[in-house]
C-alpha cells in the first residue's frame, strides 16, 4: 500500500469436489481394512521430517493404547521416513504411496482425518479429506487454519503437541454425532472451494482489472531510471 498499491486479493487453491465426495465411501473397502463396526483414523501424506510425523506417530500410538478395539489406523504415503513410521506403528495398515483413484475411495472410507505437518502452505491433503466429508485434525500452522474451522469442520492443535492431537483423537472417536456433523460441514466448506468456483473468482477479478480504467501513477517515493543513446 506504500506504494501505491491499495488493492490487494489472495487466491487460495482449490478441491476437486466431484472427485473427492463422500457417495465413495464403500463397506468393502472398511472392510478390507479392519473398520467394519470400528472408526478408521487415517492419515495421508510425504512421511518426511519436515511433515512432523514424530507427532504423527507419538499420537497415534497414545491413542490406539487409549482406544483399544473402538478404533483403527492407516497411514497412506511414502517418504524418507516410511520405514520408520512403518515400524514404530505395527498396528496400523500402511498402504504406501496409493494413485488418485484409491486415494479418493480411501478419504472417503475415513472417519477421521489427523494431519500435524506444520509447514504447509495450503495443506491440500486436509482439503481433499474435508471434500470427502471427513473431519481433520491439523496443526494450528501455516496455510491449515485457513481451511480447517475449530469445532466445526475438525479441531487444531498446536503443532507438536502429542497429548493434544491425542486427546482430539480420542474424543472424536468415542463421539460418533460429532463425526457426522463436522463431516457435513466439512463437505460444504470444501464446495465453497471448489476449484470452478476458486477459477471463476480469478476470471472475475482479470476481467475487473481489464476494463478498468487506468489511472495508475509511479509514486515519486519509486527510484527512476534514465535510458541514454
Known sequence: MELGLPHATVWGRGVDTAWFRPERRAAALRAELGATDRALVLHVGRLAVEKDVATLVAAFQAA????????????????????EVRA??????????????????LYAAADLFVFPSPTETCGLVALEALASGVPVIGARAGGIPENLCEGITGRLVAPGDVAGFTAAIEALVEDAEQR??????????????????????????????????????????????????
Open 180 to 229: 457426522r456433523v463436522m463431516g457435513q460441514a466439512a463437505r460444504a466448506f470444501a464446495v465453497a472451494r471448489d476449484w470452478a468456483r476458486e477459477l471463476d473468482q480469478l476470471e472475475a477479478a482479470y476481467a475487473r482489472l481489464q476494463w478498468a480504467p487506468s489511472a495508475a501513477t509511479v509514486p515519486s517515493s519509486w527510484p527512476t531510471t534514465t535510458s541514454v543513446g
Open 64 to 83: 490406539a493404547r487409549a482406544l483399544g478395539e473402538r478404533a483403527v489406523f492407516c497411514v497412506a504415503g511414502d517418504g524418507p521416513k516410511a520405514a
Open 88 to 105: 514404530a506403528l505395527p498396528f496400523a495398515t500402511h498402504l504406501g504411496f496409493i494413485d488418485r483413484s484409491r486415494l479418493a475411495d
